[in-house]
Structure formats: C-alpha cells, structure tokens
C-alpha cells in the first residue's frame, strides 16, 4: 500500500496539476512585482515624475556599455504642444484614443487580423494608455506577465486621470531617439523650436518616427517613414485637422519611390508597442 501511494503522488496528473500551481503561483508574483509602483498613479494627476522607467532602462543598458547616456527632457503643459503634434500622434498611435478606456479591443483584433493577413507585424494594437504605462512603470522588455501589467496599469490610469492628462503625460515621457524624451526635447534637438511652434511638417516627421526612434530621425528617408508620413498626412486631411492650404505645401508627396507596404520586420517592429 505505501509504494502505491507513493508511487500515485508522481503520477502524470499529479505532476501537471503541480507544474500548473507553479505556473500560476510564478505569474501571481511577478505580476504583483511589476504592479508594485499602481498607488503612484494618483500623484500623476497633479506632476510628472522625475523620470521613468524606460530613462531608467536606457541608463541601465548605457552603463552596460560603459557609456554615459546624457537624458534630454523638458516638461510642458498640454496647452504648451501643437495642436499639429497632437493630432499627428493620435493619428500615428490611436486613432480612438478619446473614445476607449485604456484598451483598444478592436485595435488589437485589427492588428491581429492585419499582422496575419500580410504574415509580418505591421500593427502593434497598444493604445497611447497602453504605452505610457509601459513607459512610466515597466520598460520594454516584453514578457506576458509584463503584458499583463501593462493592461492593469492601463485601467488604472484612465480611472485615475482624466483623457487629456494622460495624453500630456504620454508626450512628455516619449522616447524620441538616444537620450531624448519628450515632445520639447525633440522640438529643440530635430528643429531648434519648442513643442508649441512644430508646424504640420515637423510634427508630421515626429509622429512617423515613434514605432522605432533609436533606428530613425525626422529626416530618414526609408520607404516605412515615407509611407507613415503619407498616411498621417493624408488622415489628418480628411479629419480637418489640416487644411487643404497646409497639406499642399507639404513635401511627402513629391515623389512616388516608396510603397504602400512596410519593408521588413526589423523595421516596422516598434519599439514604443
């Protein structure tokens, strides 16, 4: 009797009911571990942290290096940023940003069927709440208890804060090359202007550049960058957010040596997804 049952507490079911408990218990951690920073978020309500965990992470990954990574952000008020820049990125990032709640379900089911349909990953799905979460409180490294987090840390913040404040937080924390951050820092670094004055075309080239800004700078000339200056241009066109004056003076237009698909995974691959 004592060697059936010690022979029965290995059995296969046994052992894949253990292995799931693991598993579970695993995940159950991590996932409090990544969510130790959630009481923070009210405080985003009334200031912006003094730095991220992505400026964090680039630090890290520069001192590996034995480098020195020199940090370029300066904060602004939402009311401080082109409304070119804004709606380019909304555009660019999420076109139904005002209208989800964090989690932009028939984005993903878009990028999924479209990743799919053309066998390569053109669409990341993650909503600007989704970003920024990643952003403020987690960094790039993609794991799917990360994932999770990312989706938990993207509720609590449109329950926190209000649509617009989220927004504000999302252009001032955005990587938008080594060292760069936010969307001042960029104006003065790519255009020596501030936030406020980017006319349609520079906030245009920003805006294309997010899905992969240590790779490309306003002034690449790629066929991904091409064609996302294009599309960003074009829908912000047809939903008045340009005027036909100022889209005919834009220069995305003038040639025809691109194409209306992306080029390859390794550039299409965002980095802010």
């Not at 059995?11 to 991590?30: D, G, N, Q």
């Not at 504000?168 to 406020?196: M, V």
């Not at 997010?210 to 047809?238: H, K, S």
Request: charged share 20%.
């Amino acid at each position: 009797m004592t060697a059936f049952k010690d022979q029965s507490a290995f059995s296969p079911l046994r052992i894949v009911i253990y292995a799931c408990i693991a598993v579970f218990l695993y995940t159950l951690i991590s996932i409090t571990a990544d969510m130790s920073r959630l009481h923070e978020i009210p405080a985003l309500a009334l200031r912006h942290p003094a730095t991220t965990a992505l400026i964090e992470q680039r630090k890290d990954e520069a001192r590996a290096r034995k480098r020195t990574l020199k940090i370029q952000r300066s904060i602004v008020s939402y009311g401080s940023i082109s409304p070119y820049l804004v709606n380019a990125i909304l555009v660019a990032e999420d076109a139904g940003f005002w209208q989800h709640h964090g989690i932009d379900y028939d984005g993903i089911a878009h990028a999924i069927r479209e990743n799919w349909k053309h066998r390569r990953y053109l669409y990341g799905g993650s909503t600007i709440t989704q970003q920024l979460a990643k952003n403020l409180f987690l960094g790039t490294r993609k794991t799917m208890t990360r994932k999770i987090a990312e989706f938990l840390y993207a509720k609590a913040l449109e329950e926190k804060l209000k649509k617009r404040r989220i927004l504000e937080l999302y252009l001032n924390s955005i990587e938008w090359g080594p060292g760069i951050y936010g969307c001042e820092a960029a104006a003065r670094t790519y255009f020596a202007t501030s936030a406020a004055e980017l006319s349609a075309e520079q906030a245009i080239r920003l805006a294309a550049i997010i899905i992969n800004p240590r790779r490309y700078a306003p002034d690449t000339e790629t066929p991904v960058i091409i064609y996302r200056r294009r599309f960003i241009a074009q829908t912000m066109l047809e939903a008045g957010h340009l005027d036909t004056n100022a889209f005919s003076i834009l220069p995305f237009f003038m040639t025809n040596n691109t194409t209306n698909t992306f080029t390859n995974t390794a550039e299409e691959k965002s980095s802010n997804e």
